[in-house]
T-cell receptor, first 110, second 113 residues
Framework: EDKVVQSPLSLVVHEGDTVTLNCSYE??????LLWYKQEKKAPTFLFML????IEKKSGRLSSILDKKELSSILNITATQTGDSAIYLC??????????FGTGTRLQVFP | EPEVTQTPSHQVTQMGQEVILRCVPI?????FYWYRQILGQKVEFLVS????????KSEIFDDQFSVERPDGSNFTLKIRSTKLEDSAMYFC???????????FGQGTRLTVV
């Protein structure tokens, strides 16, 4: 059975801290890995990763995929209270569906 | 910016009743999806729809569920006889090219009492 696991489940930090969120997967027919931010309702797209070792970056957020280790990390530097959200990792498999992890709940306090 | 629109935002229904959740995908998109998220649990795939037919469905998507694109713009999810365990947030998503570039709607929170 295809599986995506995220850790930690929950993280509490202070503004300015750097955080690393982890995602590992066991799936057949991997196509790509996506990161989403879920604040109140809809997941909003952050990154799509298909190639191992190539970092994607957007402002203070960056992510990288390791296909050998079947994992990805999402880094957020200099965290702000607006980064508080649930961060979802999802893997796309050949059947064109997203398989989500349980998410990491990040809380950033001033 | 184009967006996926879902209505209603919240629906309360009695067990055994039929519900229809509505979605208006982004206009030039060809791939449509329904996902659900039970409170505190992961987002789960329900069904994908392309070229006016179901491409794939999960084990959750049993005979009580159906999808339709009735008029070329709306995309609906029908649950024929709701159960308590159907209570969840239901997300519609659409894409021009497939699951990797899917845009999600804001969701419909379904509460079955």
């Amino acid at each position: 059975e295809d599986k995506v696991v995220q850790s930690p489940l929950s993280l509490v930090v202070h503004e300015g801290d750097t955080v690393t969120l982890n995602c590992s997967y066991e799936v057949t027919n991997f196509r790509s890995l996506l990161w989403y931010k879920q604040e109140k309702k809809a997941p909003t797209f952050l990154f799509m990763l298909t190639s191992s070792g190539i970092e994607k970056k957007s402002g203070r957020l960056s992510s990288i995929l390791d296909k050998k280790e079947l994992s990805s990390i999402l880094n957020i530097t200099a965290t702000q209270t607006g980064d508080s959200a649930i961060y979802l990792c999802a893997v796309v498999v050949n059947t064109d569906k997203l398989i989500f992890g349980t998410g990491t709940r990040l809380q950033v306090f001033p | 910016e184009p967006e996926v629109t879902q209505t209603p935002s919240h629906q309360v229904t009695q067990m055994g009743q039929e519900v229809i959740l509505r979605c208006v995908p982004i206009s030039n998109h060809l791939y449509f999806y329904w996902y659900r998220q039970i409170l505190g649990q992961k987002v789960e795939f329900l069904v994908s729809f392309y070229n006016n037919e179901i491409s794939e469905k999960s084990e959750i998507f049993d005979d009580q569920f159906s999808v339709e694109r009735p008029d070329g713009s709306n995309f609906t999810l029908k649950i024929r006889s709701t159960k308590l365990e159907d209570s969840a947030m239901y997300f519609c998503a659409s894409s021009e090219t497939g699951a990797t570039e899917a845009f999600f709607g804001q969701g419909t929170r379904l509460t079955v009492v």
